[in-house]
């Protein structure tokens, strides 16, 4: 069958000690399916060759969520989530698949694209999952979602510091912010550092890695908050993109 995804098993196995279930690997494949026919109206993602997109989009995803080679335990007791500029659901959808027992909010400020991650939800019978149209700026502001959230996740939204204005605010004290980056240098931590250290968070880990099948260089950067943000952050739409702390 053309447009089948790769199973992988081994692949999981070694660099995650995780293997999907028959039935999530189904999940995988009805996500595949569905993302290759909402790419015919929405632009919703360039990769659509199966090894690509079990690469880039799967195992990224969940490469993310694993911290020294496993899944963070906060996922086993049932953390709440939210994936902040989810777009097509990455990593957010991948992450509602293998953690039933957490709650993820899938959130981004494009209608059109929450409006498909919706019959994607619907047809792979995923219930622990929620979806938002806003703004991070803007939830970052609102009660009901500022430090609301155990983990928060955000790939390719914009530059680190901005990532940690957008993540950092909806976090519980304790909580872990994912920004999944491609490359990483020393500069970028420095200058990260700063702004962390004013949002309430600290680096915990800085992860380097290389993609299973392409070999490509990825970083993923674990903000832990340990004290609570200060009251002007997030700023208000458009001003972290603009002046980055
Ligand atoms: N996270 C997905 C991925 O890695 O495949 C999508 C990345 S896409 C390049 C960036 C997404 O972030 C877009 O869907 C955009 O609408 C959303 N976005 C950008 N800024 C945002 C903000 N301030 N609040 C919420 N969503 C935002």
């Given at each position: 069958?053309?447009?089948?995804?790769?199973?992988?098993?081994e692949?999981?196995?070694?660099?995650?000690?995780?293997?999907?279930?028959?039935?999530?690997?189904?999940?995988?494949?009805?996500?595949?399916?569905?993302?290759?026919?909402?790419?015919?109206?929405?632009?919703?993602?360039?990769i659509?060759?199966p090894?690509?997109?079990?690469?880039?989009?799967?195992?990224?995803?969940?490469?993310?969520?694993?911290?020294k080679?496993?899944?963070?335990?906060s996922?086993?007791?049932?953390?709440?989530?939210?994936?902040?500029?989810?777009?097509a659901?990455?990593?957010?959808?991948?992450?509602?698949?293998?953690?039933?027992n957490?709650?993820?909010?899938?959130?981004d400020?494009?209608?059109?694209?929450?409006?498909f991650?919706?019959?994607?939800?619907?047809?792979?019978?995923?219930?622990?999952?929620?979806?938002?149209?806003?703004?991070?700026?803007e939830?970052?502001?609102?009660?009901?979602?500022?430090?609301?959230y155990?983990v928060a996740?955000?790939?390719?939204?914009?530059?680190?510091?901005?990532c940690?204005?957008?993540t950092?605010?909806?976090?519980?004290?304790?909580?872990?912010?994912?920004?999944?980056?491609?490359?990483w240098?020393?500069?970028?931590?420095?200058?990260?550092?700063?702004?962390?250290?004013q949002?309430?968070?600290v680096?915990?880990?800085?992860?380097?890695?290389?993609?299973?099948?392409?070999?490509?260089?990825?970083h993923?950067?674990?903000?832990?908050?340990v004290?609570?943000?200060?009251?002007?952050?997030?700023?208000?739409?458009?001003?972290?993109?603009?002046?980055?702390?």
């Amino acid at each position: 069958m053309t447009n089948s995804l790769p199973e992988m098993a081994e692949i999981w196995q070694q660099t995650l000690n995780w293997q999907p279930s028959a039935h999530q690997q189904g999940q995988f494949q009805r996500l595949y399916h569905l993302i290759l026919e909402g790419n015919r109206q929405l632009n919703l993602t360039r990769i659509t060759d199966p090894q690509e997109f079990w690469e880039k989009h799967l195992w990224d995803s969940l490469r993310g969520i694993a911290l020294k080679g496993e899944f963070i335990t906060s996922l086993k007791e049932g953390a709440s989530v939210i994936d902040i500029g989810t777009g097509a659901g990455f990593p957010g959808i991948p992450v509602t698949i293998i953690a039933p027992n957490c709650t993820i909010t899938l959130m981004d400020s494009t209608r059109k694209k929450i409006t498909f991650i919706e019959t994607v939800l619907t047809e792979l019978a995923l219930t622990n999952a929620k979806t938002l149209v806003a703004r991070a700026e803007e939830i970052g502001q609102q009660p009901k979602h500022r430090q609301a959230y155990d983990v928060a996740l955000i790939r390719a939204v914009g530059t680190a510091s901005v990532c940690a204005e957008y993540t950092l605010p909806l976090l519980k004290q304790g909580g872990l912010a994912i920004i999944y980056r491609g490359n990483w240098t020393e500069d970028e931590t420095t200058g990260l550092e700063n702004a962390v250290k004013q949002l309430g968070g600290v680096i915990e880990a800085i992860e380097k890695f290389t993609t299973p099948l392409s070999q490509s260089i990825r970083h993923c950067v674990y903000l832990r908050k340990v004290a609570s943000t200060p009251v002007q952050f997030p700023r208000a739409t458009g001003v972290p993109t603009q002046k980055p702390l």
